[in-house]
């Protein structure tokens, strides 16, 4: 989506509308990352024991910290972190839960 907007070529594929900013790579990138964050917690808080797709969720996790990091100036996403924030933690009640549970029964 972001090349056919670079290059000013009509995409010919049916996708659904693009949300986000296009027009800036690294802001695309952040909010790719952002979007598939929140859907993989979506999933891990369905499958409690997926342990492959919990250290996805932890390297888009970590990519998206380095992004922040190198952030040189202010930019502008299409982003609601209060909803992203809330679906995260959301995901990680499960994992919380348990490790009280482990940490009062020694």
């Given at each position: 989506m972001f090349a056919c907007t670079f290059y000013g070529?009509?995409?010919?594929?049916?996708?659904?509308p693009a949300e986000g900013t296009f027009t800036i790579p690294q802001a695309s990138i952040f909010e790719s990352?952002?979007?598939c964050s929140a859907k993989c917690a979506?999933?891990?808080?369905k499958m409690r024991e997926a342990s492959i797709l919990r250290e996805v969720f932890g390297g888009m996790l970590g990519f998206l910290n380095e992004m922040v990091?190198?952030?040189a100036a202010?930019?502008?996403?299409?982003?609601?972190?209060a909803?992203?924030?809330?679906?995260?933690?959301?995901?990680?009640?499960?994992?919380?839960?348990?490790a009280f549970s482990h940490?009062?029964?020694s």
């Open positions: 070529i009509q995409d010919t594929l049916s996708t659904p990352l952002v979007s979506q999933e891990l808080e990091i190198r952030l202010p930019v502008n996403l299409a982003w609601r972190p909803e992203w924030l809330q679906i995260l933690l959301q995901s990680m009640d499960y994992g919380v839960c348990l940490s009062g029964s």
